[in-house]
């Protein structure tokens, strides 16, 4: 049974680039977090999804960021116009729709803007 | 947002030797749980301790859990060089997780 599947592991994108995230949640899973983890710093929650549904976006920032979770294929997080400052860890949990808190991460992907 | 905090920062142990880390919290929680998380991956999940629950075990994991003074620990004994990673306590609100900073851990051979 693989866990949460998160791709490109690493990414390097220039300022002003577009970044795609792909996160492919736990087999039964239904419930995607996106979590952005800076250096040094713990994780903080960015965006809560269901299968077609934004639930909670409260922690993306307003402009250049967005998620989706279509109802066939990954959740994807879409950075664009990337800046120094998105450089960070990004990680992606899921969960089943019953038990919301327990929460499986997935590796990371490692997002480094030159 | 209810944030965990831990301490301290870093702790360095000889192998065998037990590790300790604090996490405190500022309001009400339903759950608190420690992850565990090695260099450049992905977090672990460790345990989860409800309000209810005082005291949890978990191998040579022991986590307890104050809620009146609004604390947390974990205690790692008999450590090995694998123990060697950062740990992370987090409160959940409703599904969002809210985690502090992290203790990091150095088990020397």
């Known amino acids: 049974n693989a866990g949460v599947m998160q791709n490109p592991r690493h990414l390097v994108r220039r300022r002003g680039q577009e970044a795609r995230l792909r996160c492919s949640p736990m087999?039964?899973?239904?419930?995607v977090y996106w979590y952005r983890q800076l250096p040094e710093e713990g994780l903080k929650f960015m965006v809560y999804?269901?299968?077609?549904?934004?639930?909670?976006e409260s922690g993306m920032p307003k402009e250049r960021f967005s998620a989706e979770f279509p109802k066939e294929g990954p959740s994807i997080l879409r950075i664009q116009q990337v800046v120094r400052g998105d450089s960070a860890a990004y990680f992606c949990?899921?969960?089943?729709?019953?038990?919301?808190?327990?929460?499986?991460f997935g590796p990371g992907t490692r997002l480094t803007v030159l | 947002s209810q944030q965990g905090e831990e301490d301290p920062q870093a702790l360095s142990i000889q192998e065998g030797e037990n590790a300790t880390m604090n996490c405190s919290y500022k309001?009400?929680?339903?759950?608190l749980q420690w992850y565990r998380q090695n260099s450049g991956r992905g977090l672990v999940h460790l345990i989860l301790?409800?309000?209810?629950?005082r005291e949890k075990h978990s191998g040579r994991l022991r986590v307890t859990l104050d809620t009146s003074k609004k604390s947390s620990s974990l205690l790692i004994t008999a450590s090995r060089a694998a123990d060697t990673a950062s740990y992370f306590c987090?409160?959940?609100?409703?599904?969002?997780?809210?985690f502090g900073a992290g203790t990091t851990v150095t088990v020397r051979a």
């Open positions: 949990a899921s969960s089943a729709s019953e038990t919301y808190n327990e929460q499986f």
């Open positions: 087999k039964g899973h239904s419930h």
């Open positions: 999804l269901q299968k077609e549904n934004i639930i909670d």
């Open positions: 309001t009400s929680i339903n759950n």
């Open positions: 301790i409800r309000s209810n629950e």
């Open positions: 987090a409160t959940d609100d409703d599904y969002k997780l809210s």
